[in-house]
C-alpha cells in the first residue's frame, strides 16, 4: 500500500513533508531568501491567486458550452464564418486586435535573440536525459551520420558491432560535402586537401571564399587540434587527431588523409526542460523528483550514472569550450544549451500543498515559485543564463485574459523573491484554439517578458476537434495537416511574431520531429520550419538536433525572417475552418484502419503512463515505426475517436473491441521491456482487462472524452495513475 502523506503545516498551507523537506533544506540552502519570506510570500500570493485561477477554468466551460448550444442549433447547415465570428466575438471569445506595437523584452541571451537552431524538450524526471540533451549544445556530426540512416547500409556499408570502414569512408565523404557548402574555400574543395592545414602566427593556411568565418583554433603537443567555424551564428568545430590525443578514440581519423578526426557542430541551441507534458507527475514525490534535477542543473552539479550494454556510464554536465581567436586572444564558447522551464498550465492542482480550505494549490502556481527559485544559484555562477534571466515556457493558455494571469503569476513571485521587473521571461505556447486566433493581443499582454512562441500541431488539433465537436465528424488525423487551418494556423504564428518585433529578439519556435529512427526522412522535410521563417524547431534526441543543425546552415533564418515580413497575413477566416468531413462516406475497412492506428498509440502512450510513470516514450506504432509519444499526441488520439464516436461514425462496442485488439498488439510491442531504471517493469494488460488499470484509464480517454476540459488527459490519467500509486 501507498504510505500516507505526512503534511506539515505553516501560514495557512498544508505541505507535504517530502516537499517542505526540499525546499527548507535543498531549494533554500545558500541563497538570500530566509524559509519564513518565502512561506508567507507564497501562501499570501496563492490563497490570492487561487480563486483567479478558478474562474479562468470556468470561462472555459462556459465558452465551450455556448460553442456546443450555437452549433447545435445550427446542426444540418453549412457553417457561415461571417455569422460564426461575430458569435465569438459576441461571447468574448474572439477579441478585437489592438493597434500596431513591438515587444520590449530586455536581457535575453544571445541563444534565444540571435542564434537560430534545434531545440530540445526533455522530461525533467530524467536526470540521465536532462544532461544528454543540456550537453547536446556540442554533439559529433560523424556519430549522427555513421549512426543513422542517412548513410545507407548498401555495398558494404553496414552499421554492424564494431567499426566499419567502408561506413565511415562514406561519413568522411558526406561531411567534406557539408564543408564545401558551409564553409567553401577560395579555389579548392575540401575533398582535395591533401595536407594537414596549418595555423601559424594565428594565421589559418586554407584560403577560404569568407574569411571571417575562422573565428578560432586550438592546439594540443604544438600540433593543430581544433579548427573553429562560423556559419549563420552557428559554430562548426572540426577536431583533428595527430597523435597524443587522449581524449579522441573514434577511429575515423586513422583512415583520413588529412587527419579529420570528428567535426562537432553546435546542435541544441535551448532545451525546454519539461514539468508538462513529457512527464507524469502527480504528488509531491513525483513533483520534487522533478524539481530537484532542475535544481541540479541550475546548481550545476548533477549527475546520472546508469549501465547500457553491460557498460557503466556516467554523465555530468559538460564544461565550457576554450580557444584561441585569430587575433590570439582565449577566448570561451558556452558549452552548453540554454536551458528553459517548461511549467504546467493553469487547469491542473496538486495536492504536495493543500490550502487553508482544504483544497489543492494550483500546480503552475508552485511550478512559477519553484523553478524560480532554483534560478537564484545559477546567478552566482551564470552556467545557463549570462544575463541572469529566468525562461518559462507556459504551455496551454486560453487566450489574452489567461496571458495576463500569466503575468500577473510572474508579478507575485518576483515581489516575493525580490526579482527584478520582468526578470521572468516567458513563452508563449500556442496550442489552443482561443490563443491562435487572439494571438496578437496575447503577445501584448506580455510584450515586456515574451521570448518565444511556437506552433503545436497535435495539441492545438485536439483543442479544434474539440472546441468545434458538435459540428459533424472531423477528417481523417492524416488529412489534418493538409487542411486549410493548419496552414493559417502556421502562418499566422510567424506573422504576428514578426509584426510584433520578435526578430532579433525572441525566437518563433515549430513543433517536433516524432519519429526519432527516420533521420533521413527527418532531413527532407524538416528543412521547411527554418524556410517558414522559425528562429527553432523541437527535435526528439542530441542526434537529431545535430543533422536538424544542418538546416539552419543552409537556411539564414534572419533573411527568410525579412522576406516573410512583406507577405499578406494569414486570414482569421481560414484560421476558424473547421475541418469537418463533407458527406462522409468511409468504408467500414478504412474507419477500423484509423480507429486501429488511434486506438494504439493511445495505448501504447497510456500503459507506460500508469504503470511505469513513463510520460514520454518512443511508442511503435501500428506499423511498427518508433513514434515520440506524450499528453499531446495522446489528446489528438482520444479526441478523434471521441469525436466520431459522437457523430456514430463508429460504435462504442466497435471501439472497445478494437481496443482490446490493440492492446494485445502492444502487450506484443513489449514483451521485451525490462522496464527503465527506477519504473516498473511491464504489465500486459490483455492478461486481465478488469483488472488493467492502464487499459481502463485508455478506454475512459476515448469514452469520456467529449467531457474532458478541453479534451485534456491530465484529469483521467492522473487520477488512474494515483490509483495504481495506491494499490
Given at each position: 500500500?501507498?504510505k500516507?502523506?505526512?503534511?506539515?503545516?505553516?501560514?495557512?498551507?498544508?505541505?507535504?513533508?517530502?516537499?517542505?523537506?526540499?525546499?527548507?533544506d535543498e531549494?533554500l540552502?545558500?541563497?538570500?531568501?530566509?524559509?519564513d519570506?518565502?512561506?508567507?510570500?507564497?501562501s499570501?500570493?496563492?490563497?490570492?491567486?487561487?480563486?483567479?485561477?478558478k474562474?479562468?477554468?470556468?470561462?472555459?466551460e462556459?465558452?465551450?458550452?455556448?460553442?456546443?448550444?450555437?452549433?447545435?442549433?445550427?446542426?444540418?447547415?453549412?457553417?457561415n464564418?461571417?455569422?460564426?465570428?461575430?458569435?465569438?466575438?459576441?461571447?468574448?471569445?474572439?477579441?478585437?486586435?489592438?493597434?500596431?506595437?513591438?515587444?520590449?523584452?530586455?536581457?535575453?541571451d544571445?541563444?534565444?535573440?540571435?542564434?537560430?537552431?534545434?531545440?530540445?524538450?526533455?522530461?525533467?524526471?530524467?536526470s540521465?536525459?536532462l544532461l544528454?540533451?543540456?550537453?547536446?549544445?556540442?554533439?559529433?556530426?560523424?556519430?549522427s551520420?555513421?549512426?543513422?540512416?542517412?548513410?545507407?547500409?548498401?555495398?558494404?556499408?553496414?552499421?554492424g558491432?564494431?567499426?566499419?570502414?567502408?561506413?565511415?569512408?562514406?561519413v568522411?565523404?558526406?561531411v567534406?560535402?557539408?564543408?564545401?557548402?558551409?564553409?567553401?574555400?577560395?579555389?579548392?574543395?575540401?575533398?582535395?586537401?591533401?595536407?594537414?592545414?596549418?595555423?601559424?602566427n594565428?594565421?589559418?593556411?586554407l584560403?577560404?571564399?569568407?574569411?571571417?568565418?575562422?573565428?578560432?583554433?586550438?592546439?594540443?603537443?604544438?600540433?593543430?587540434?581544433?579548427?573553429?567555424?562560423?556559419?549563420?551564428?552557428l559554430?562548426?568545430?572540426?577536431?583533428?587527431?595527430?597523435?597524443?590525443n587522449?581524449?579522441?578514440?573514434?577511429?575515423?581519423?586513422?583512415?583520413?588523409?588529412?587527419?579529420?578526426?570528428?567535426?562537432?557542430?553546435?546542435?541544441?541551441?535551448?532545451?525546454?526542460?519539461?514539468?508538462?507534458?513529457?512527464?507524469?507527475?502527480i504528488?509531491?514525490?513525483?513533483?520534487?523528483?522533478?524539481?530537484?534535477?532542475?535544481?541540479?542543473?541550475?546548481?550545476?552539479?548533477?549527475?546520472?550514472?546508469?549501465?547500457?550494454?553491460?557498460?557503466?556510464?556516467?554523465?555530468?554536465?559538460?564544461?565550457?569550450?576554450?580557444?584561441?581567436?585569430?587575433?590570439?586572444?582565449?577566448?570561451?564558447?558556452?558549452?552548453?544549451?540554454?536551458?528553459?522551464?517548461?511549467?504546467?498550465?493553469?487547469?491542473?492542482?496538486?495536492?504536495?500543498?493543500?490550502?487553508?480550505?482544504?483544497?489543492?494549490?494550483?500546480?503552475?502556481?508552485?511550478d512559477?515559485?519553484?523553478?524560480?527559485?532554483?534560478?537564484?544559484?545559477?546567478?552566482?555562477?551564470?552556467?545557463?543564463?549570462?544575463?541572469?534571466?529566468?525562461?518559462?515556457?507556459?504551455?496551454?493558455?486560453?487566450?489574452?485574459?489567461?496571458?495576463?494571469?500569466?503575468?500577473?503569476?510572474?508579478?507575485?513571485?518576483?515581489?516575493?523573491?525580490?526579482?527584478?521587473k520582468?526578470?521572468?521571461?516567458?513563452?508563449i505556447m500556442?496550442?489552443?484554439?482561443?490563443?491562435?486566433?487572439?494571438?496578437?493581443?496575447?503577445?501584448?499582454?506580455?510584450?515586456?517578458?515574451?521570448?518565444?512562441?511556437?506552433?503545436?500541431?497535435?495539441?492545438?488539433?485536439?483543442?479544434?476537434?474539440?472546441?468545434s465537436?458538435?459540428?459533424?465528424p472531423?477528417?481523417?488525423?492524416?488529412?489534418?495537416?493538409?487542411?486549410?487551418?493548419?496552414?493559417?494556423?502556421?502562418?499566422?504564428?510567424?506573422?504576428?511574431?514578426?509584426?510584433?518585433?520578435?526578430?532579433?529578439?525572441?525566437?518563433?519556435g515549430?513543433?517536433?520531429?516524432?519519429?526519432?529512427?527516420?533521420?533521413?526522412?527527418?532531413?527532407?522535410?524538416?528543412?521547411?520550419?527554418?524556410?517558414?521563417?522559425?528562429?527553432?524547431?523541437?527535435?526528439?534526441?542530441?542526434?537529431?538536433?545535430?543533422?536538424h543543425a544542418?538546416?539552419?546552415?543552409?537556411v539564414?533564418?534572419?533573411?527568410?525572417?525579412?522576406?516573410?515580413?512583406k507577405?499578406?497575413?494569414?486570414?482569421?477566416?481560414d484560421?476558424?475552418?473547421?475541418?469537418?468531413?463533407?458527406?462522409?462516406?468511409?468504408?467500414?475497412?478504412?474507419?477500423?484502419?484509423?480507429?486501429q492506428?488511434?486506438?494504439?498509440?493511445?495505448?501504447?502512450?497510456?500503459?507506460?503512463?500508469?504503470?511505469?510513470?513513463?510520460?514520454?516514450?518512443?511508442?511503435?506504432?501500428?506499423?511498427?515505426?518508433g513514434?515520440?509519444?506524450?499528453?499531446a499526441?495522446?489528446?489528438?488520439?482520444?479526441?478523434?475517436?471521441?469525436?466520431?464516436?459522437?457523430?456514430?461514425?463508429?460504435?462504442?462496442?466497435?471501439?472497445?473491441e478494437?481496443?482490446?485488439?490493440?492492446?494485445?498488439?502492444?502487450?506484443?510491442?513489449?514483451?521485451?521491456?525490462?522496464?527503465?531504471?527506477?519504473?516498473?517493469?511491464?504489465n500486459?494488460?490483455?492478461?486481465?482487462?478488469?483488472?488493467?488499470?492502464?487499459f481502463?484509464?485508455?478506454?475512459?480517454?476515448?469514452?469520456?472524452?467529449?467531457?474532458?476540459?478541453?479534451?485534456?488527459?491530465?484529469?483521467?490519467?492522473?487520477?488512474?495513475?494515483l490509483?495504481?500509486?495506491?494499490?
Open positions: 500500500m501507498k500516507i502523506e505526512q503534511y506539515i503545516k505553516i501560514k495557512n498551507l498544508s505541505v507535504s513533508k517530502v516537499l517542505f523537506d526540499f525546499i527548507n531549494l540552502k545558500g541563497i538570500k531568501i530566509k524559509k519570506k518565502f512561506w508567507n510570500g507564497f499570501k500570493t496563492v490563497h490570492e491567486l487561487e480563486p483567479k485561477n474562474k479562468l477554468i470556468e470561462t472555459r462556459k465558452l465551450q458550452k455556448s460553442i456546443d448550444t450555437w452549433h447545435l442549433d445550427r446542426k444540418g447547415k453549412k457553417l464564418l461571417t455569422e460564426y465570428k461575430e458569435f465569438l466575438k459576441k461571447i468574448g471569445y474572439l477579441k478585437k486586435p489592438g493597434p500596431n506595437f513591438k515587444i520590449v523584452t530586455k536581457n535575453v544571445k541563444e534565444i535573440s540571435s542564434i537560430c537552431g534545434p531545440q530540445l524538450v526533455c522530461p525533467i524526471s530524467n540521465r536525459f544528454n540533451a543540456a550537453n547536446a549544445r556540442w554533439v559529433s556530426l560523424y556519430d551520420l555513421y549512426g543513422t540512416d542517412i548513410i545507407p547500409e548498401t555495398h558494404g556499408a553496414l552499421k558491432k564494431t567499426y566499419n570502414p567502408i561506413r565511415g569512408k562514406k568522411i565523404e558526406y567534406r560535402g557539408l564543408l564545401d557548402k558551409f564553409i567553401p574555400l577560395e579555389v579548392k574543395s575540401w575533398k582535395d586537401l591533401n595536407k594537414i592545414p596549418e595555423v601559424k594565428n594565421k589559418l593556411n584560403k577560404l571564399k569568407n574569411p571571417k568565418q575562422f573565428v578560432g583554433y586550438n592546439k594540443k603537443l604544438h600540433h593543430l587540434s581544433s579548427l573553429l567555424f562560423i556559419n549563420n551564428n559554430h562548426i568545430n572540426i577536431l583533428f587527431d595527430q597523435g597524443g587522449m581524449e579522441i578514440n573514434n577511429p575515423d581519423g586513422n583512415q583520413d588523409k588529412i587527419k579529420i578526426h570528428d567535426v562537432f557542430l553546435e546542435s541544441a541551441i535551448s532545451t525546454i526542460c519539461d514539468h508538462e507534458d513529457s512527464v507524469a507527475a504528488d509531491a514525490e513525483d513533483k520534487v523528483l522533478g524539481y530537484r534535477n532542475w535544481l541540479g542543473l541550475m546548481k550545476g552539479d548533477l549527475k546520472a550514472d546508469f549501465t547500457k550494454k553491460r557498460k557503466k556510464f556516467f554523465r555530468k554536465l559538460n564544461s565550457d569550450r576554450n580557444y584561441i581567436s585569430p587575433k590570439g586572444k582565449n577566448f570561451k564558447l558556452h558549452g552548453r544549451s540554454l536551458l528553459l522551464n517548461r511549467n504546467v498550465g493553469h487547469l491542473m492542482t496538486n495536492s504536495a500543498i493543500l490550502l487553508k480550505n482544504g483544497s489543492e494549490c494550483p500546480e503552475g502556481i508552485l512559477a515559485f519553484v523553478t524560480s527559485l532554483a534560478c537564484f544559484h545559477d546567478f552566482k555562477r551564470k552556467g545557463n543564463s549570462r544575463t541572469n534571466s529566468i525562461y518559462i515556457v507556459k504551455p496551454k493558455m486560453h487566450g489574452p485574459e489567461e496571458c495576463a494571469f500569466t503575468n500577473l503569476i510572474f508579478e507575485k513571485v518576483e515581489k516575493v523573491l525580490n526579482l527584478k520582468y526578470q521572468i521571461l516567458c513563452g500556442d496550442e489552443e484554439r482561443r490563443t491562435s486566433v487572439n494571438l496578437k493581443e496575447c503577445i501584448r499582454i506580455l510584450k515586456n517578458r515574451v521570448f518565444f512562441i511556437n506552433t503545436g500541431f497535435l495539441d492545438r488539433t485536439g483543442d479544434e476537434i474539440h472546441t465537436m458538435e459540428v459533424g472531423m477528417i481523417f488525423k492524416g488529412n489534418m495537416k493538409s487542411s486549410k487551418w493548419i496552414s493559417a494556423y502556421e502562418n499566422n504564428n510567424v506573422d504576428m511574431g514578426l509584426s510584433c518585433g520578435f526578430s532579433g529578439k525572441a525566437q518563433i515549430k513543433g517536433m520531429w516524432a519519429m526519432p529512427d527516420l533521420m533521413n526522412n527527418m532531413m527532407k522535410q524538416k528543412i521547411v520550419h527554418p524556410l517558414a521563417g522559425a528562429n527553432c524547431a523541437w527535435v526528439p534526441s542530441p542526434t537529431a538536433a545535430a543533422l544542418l538546416h539552419y546552415h543552409e539564414d533564418v534572419f533573411v527568410k525572417q525579412k522576406e516573410l515580413s507577405r499578406k497575413p494569414a486570414k482569421l477566416s484560421l476558424l475552418n473547421i475541418p469537418i468531413a463533407d458527406r462522409p462516406n468511409w468504408s467500414i475497412e478504412k474507419i477500423n484502419k484509423e480507429l492506428n488511434n486506438a494504439q498509440g493511445i495505448l501504447g502512450y497510456v500503459v507506460r503512463w500508469i504503470d511505469q510513470s513513463v510520460g514520454c516514450s518512443k511508442v511503435p506504432d501500428i506499423n511498427g515505426v513514434l515520440m509519444e506524450d499528453r499526441t495522446c489528446r489528438i488520439s482520444s479526441q478523434h475517436i471521441a469525436n466520431w464516436l459522437h457523430h456514430g461514425i463508429c460504435s462504442k462496442k466497435q471501439v472497445l478494437i481496443m482490446k485488439k490493440m492492446a494485445k498488439v502492444v502487450d506484443s510491442q513489449n514483451l521485451k521491456d525490462p522496464g527503465m531504471k527506477g519504473h516498473a517493469p511491464y500486459p494488460m490483455s492478461k486481465n482487462f478488469e483488472k488493467s488499470i492502464a481502463r484509464a485508455a478506454c475512459d480517454l476515448v469514452f469520456h472524452g467529449k467531457f474532458q476540459p478541453s479534451g485534456y488527459t491530465e484529469p483521467l490519467l492522473h487520477f488512474n495513475r490509483m495504481k500509486k495506491s494499490v
